[in-house]
T-cell receptor
Framework: GIQVEQSPPDLILQEGANSTLRCNFSDSVNNLQWFHQNPWGQLINLFYIPSGTKQNGRLSATTVATERYSLLYISSSQTTDSGVYFCAVPIKAAGNKLTFGGGTRVLVKP | ETGVTQTPRHLVMGMTNKKSLKCEQHLGHNAMYWYKQSAKKPLELMFVYSLEERVENNSVPSRFSPECPNSSHLFLHLHTLQPEDSALYLC?????????????FGPGTRLTVL
């Protein structure tokens, strides 16, 4: 079955809107990363967050490891936030290798 | 981020060509990775090197041949590829190759096989 699942798969936002992206995972984890992939393919690290809450500017993330999910919040979205957001966790069934979800494709319209 | 660089950024090759992708990390890390990202599919781990030794080979066809001459450089040698190998190839590095590591990615090489 799906071991790292992200929702929604696609998200269209008006500039200035807030949104929440979700990542569900099947294992207990000691690592969870959120990435933003820009339109040129570059994967940018957003958060390393195996548990708890972190904030970085307009972005914040919360991981509830006991319930096996993580949330990424985008506030006051800007057009530069467009791209694909991935979460990645090590999955035991995959030999503890970092396993990526399918991503959430975000389009922020001006 | 400029900690991990990849060249070339774009590559078009025929099925009979031989080419190599290069990755260099400037972060002092000991582990390096190759990932493949195809359209509509999650990133797939191909190879992992830790301290210049290959520790993971995820059933990748032999037409992909990695090389890690030192902890800062990683190559992916390509020969007799198929059109379905067209994808974005991403290199990453991390401190030790542990599951708790943060991985840092290069900008990728977009490969088209004709």
């Amino acid at each position: 079955g799906i071991q790292v699942e992200q929702s929604p798969p696609d998200l269209i936002l008006q500039e200035g809107a807030n949104s929440t992206l979700r990542c569900n995972f099947s294992d207990s984890v000691n690592n969870l990363q959120w990435f933003h992939q820009n339109p040129w393919g570059q994967l940018i690290n957003l958060f390393y967050i195996p548990s708890g809450t972190k904030q970085n500017g307009r972005l914040s993330a919360t991981t509830v490891a006991t319930e096996r999910y993580s949330l990424l919040y985008i506030s006051s979205s800007q057009t530069t936030d467009s791209g694909v957001y991935f979460c990645a966790v090590p999955i035991k069934a995959a030999g503890n290798k970092l396993t990526f979800g399918g991503g959430t494709r975000v389009l922020v319209k001006p | 981020e400029t900690g991990v660089t990849q060249t070339p950024r774009h590559l078009v090759m025929g099925m009979t060509n031989k080419k190599s992708l290069k990755c260099e990390q400037h972060l002092g890390h000991n582990a390096m990775y190759w990932y493949k990202q195809s359209a509509k599919k999650p990133l797939e781990l191909m190879f992992v090197y830790s301290l210049e030794e290959r520790v993971e080979n995820n059933s990748v066809p032999s037409r992909f041949s990695p090389e890690c001459p030192n902890s800062s450089h990683l190559f992916l040698h390509l020969h007799t590829l198929q059109p379905e190998d067209s994808a974005l190839y991403l290199c990453a590095s991390s401190q030790q190759g542990a599951s708790t590591d943060t991985q840092y990615f290069g900008p990728g090489t977009r490969l088209t096989v004709l």
